[in-house]
């Protein structure tokens, strides 16, 4: 015959046992950092799909697990009388009473659980690199926001966290594998659909100070076309050899070439130069630059400028497209390696072209009409992107 407090204490050692063990599991998937710790908690971090299970298989559903463990306790509280009816009882092998009830049933309960706890497992330790680069947010290229935090992705559209996974020695997320890199990721679905992202504010962007220094430099080297321009008008053939010269090697109206690479090797692109696309092979006149690329990250991400070999810190310019190439008068908004200075795409075919520009024959290239000038100033003053 055994009392009830013995009656009581070995099953409630077990399930608390049972507890820490799944706390455990849950701890080695990492996930405690972002779910509660109570019971429930602790078994739906563990990967249990339906917490109340247990205590529906108790059948004491819909109460307060506080409410459990009390109903359990107060047994070996009872009076005289029950404690008789659950010791006669135990001897029987038939039970112990309303108390012993709930506590069997919360037992078979928790063993149906501890069947169903499914942990996730560790990613291999070959997409550590990968998971670090992926940490952060993204944008991808329809639209949606995605939030990277340790090994779960949450999107925009209010599905997730989900788990990244290992899919045959790939990194896989929402059922895509990883078919791009890490810094410049493409997702690639069984159906051959793919998902490009960006990132939100992508690295070596955002630099006010590096703006500041970006547009200098461009107005600088535009003042140089407009002296050549000036020198050539005057017939100062003095002047234009000394001007050409220091155009050519990318001096400034203050002093010698910047020791930036990114200002020199842009040193030719301002603001009227004609050049056609490397890429595409269509003519144009750049309008405007920035000292990076500017755009939202689903543009970004549709476009490919996370691919680009230069990345989306290089430099952008915003470029008006012959109406040979490209009806209608079209803007880009085009990577500076993809920009190849040339002269005989001069005088380009555009009904835009009168309202931005002022022809330079003996150039070979267009001066910003006054319009555009004041639109230029007031990118510089603000430190704004361009926009007409």
Same mark, same amino acid.
């Given at each position: 015959?055994?009392?009830?407090?013995?009656?009581?204490?070995?099953?409630?050692?077990?399930?608390?046992?049972?507890l820490?063990?799944s706390?455990g599991?849950?701890l %080695?998937a990492g996930?405690?950092?972002?779910r509660?710790?109570?019971?429930?908690?602790?078994l739906?971090?563990a990967?249990?799909?339906?917490?109340?299970?247990?205590?529906?298989?108790?059948?004491?559903? *819909?109460?307060p697990?506080? %409410?459990?463990?009390?109903?359990?306790? &107060?047994?070996a509280?009872?009076?005289?009388?029950t404690?008789?009816?659950?010791?006669?009882?135990?001897?029987?092998g038939?039970g112990g009473?309303?108390g012993?009830?709930?506590r069997?049933? @919360?037992?078979?309960?928790?063993?149906?659980?501890?069947a169903?706890?499914?942990?996730h +497992?560790?990613l291999?330790?070959?997409?550590? *690199?990968?998971?670090?680069?992926?940490q952060?947010?993204w944008?991808?290229?329809?639209?949606?926001?995605?939030?990277?935090?340790?090994?779960?992705?949450r999107f925009?559209?209010?599905?997730?966290?989900?788990?990244?996974?290992?899919? &045959? *020695?790939?990194? %896989?997320?929402r059922?895509?594998?990883?078919?791009?890199?890490?810094?410049?990721?493409?997702?690639?679905?069984p159906?051959?659909?793919e998902?490009?992202?960006?990132r939100?504010?992508p690295?070596?962007?955002?630099?006010?100070?590096?703006?500041?220094?970006? @547009?200098?430099?461009?107005?600088?080297?535009?003042?140089?076309r407009?002296?050549?321009?000036?020198?050539?008008?005057?017939?100062?053939?003095?002047?234009?050899?000394? @001007?050409?010269?220091a155009? +050519?090697?990318g001096s400034?109206l203050?002093g010698?070439?910047?020791?930036?690479r990114?200002?020199?090797?842009?040193?030719?692109?301002?603001?009227?130069?004609?050049?056609?696309?490397?890429?595409f &092979?269509?003519?144009?006149?750049?309008?405007?630059?920035?000292?990076?690329?500017?755009?939202p990250?689903?543009?970004?991400?549709?476009?490919?400028?996370?691919?680009l070999?230069?990345? +989306?810190?290089q430099?952008f310019?915003?470029? @008006?497209?012959?109406?040979?190439?490209?009806p209608?008068?079209?803007?880009t908004?085009?990577?500076?390696?993809?920009?190849e200075p040339c002269?005989?795409v001069?005088?380009?075919?555009?009904?835009?072209?009168?309202?931005?520009f002022?022809?330079?024959?003996?150039? &070979?290239c267009?001066?910003?009409?006054?319009?555009?000038e004041?639109?230029? +100033?007031?990118?510089?003053s603000?430190?704004?992107?361009?926009?007409?």
């Open positions: 015959c055994h009392s009830p407090k013995r009656l009581l204490v070995s099953p409630l050692l077990s399930t608390f046992c049972l820490v063990a706390l599991a849950m %080695a996930r405690c950092a972002t509660g710790f109570g019971v429930r908690g602790v739906r971090c990967g249990v799909a339906d917490p109340t299970a247990p205590f529906r298989a108790a059948g004491v559903a *819909g109460r697990v506080a %409410a459990v463990w009390r109903g359990c306790a &107060g047994a509280a009872a009076p005289s009388s404690t008789a009816t659950s010791s006669s009882s135990s001897s029987g038939g009473g309303a012993a009830r709930v069997r049933r @919360l037992h078979e309960g928790m063993s149906v659980v501890a169903s706890v499914a942990p +497992e560790a291999p330790l070959e997409f550590e *690199g990968s998971l670090e680069a992926l952060g947010e944008g991808d290229d329809i639209g949606s926001k995605i939030e990277i935090s340790g090994a779960e992705a925009s559209d209010g599905s997730g966290p989900w788990r990244f996974e290992d899919d &045959g *020695g790939s990194l %896989a997320l059922g895509a594998r990883l078919v791009g890199s890490a810094t410049a990721p493409v997702w690639k679905f159906t051959g659909v998902r490009r992202w960006a939100a504010a690295p070596g962007t955002g630099d006010r100070s590096w703006a500041a220094t970006f @547009l200098k430099y461009k107005e600088d080297r535009l003042q140089f407009r002296d050549l321009k000036a020198a050539f008008d005057a017939q100062d053939f003095e002047g234009v050899v000394s @001007l050409k010269s155009w +050519e090697d400034t203050s010698p070439a910047p020791p930036q990114a200002l020199v090797d842009g040193r030719a692109l301002v603001s009227g130069i004609c050049f056609r696309h490397r890429k &092979g269509y003519r144009a006149v750049l309008v405007a630059s920035e000292p990076w690329c500017s755009a990250a689903d543009w970004r991400a549709r476009t490919g400028v996370p691919q070999p230069r990345g +989306e810190a430099p310019h915003h470029c @008006l497209v012959d109406d040979r190439d490209r209608g008068g079209q803007i908004f085009v990577a500076e390696e993809n920009v002269s005989l001069y005088p380009i075919e555009s009904s835009l072209v009168d309202f931005l002022g022809r330079c024959d003996v150039l &070979g267009y001066i910003p009409s006054q319009m555009l004041a639109v230029l +100033e007031r990118q510089r603000s430190g704004k992107g361009f926009s007409l």
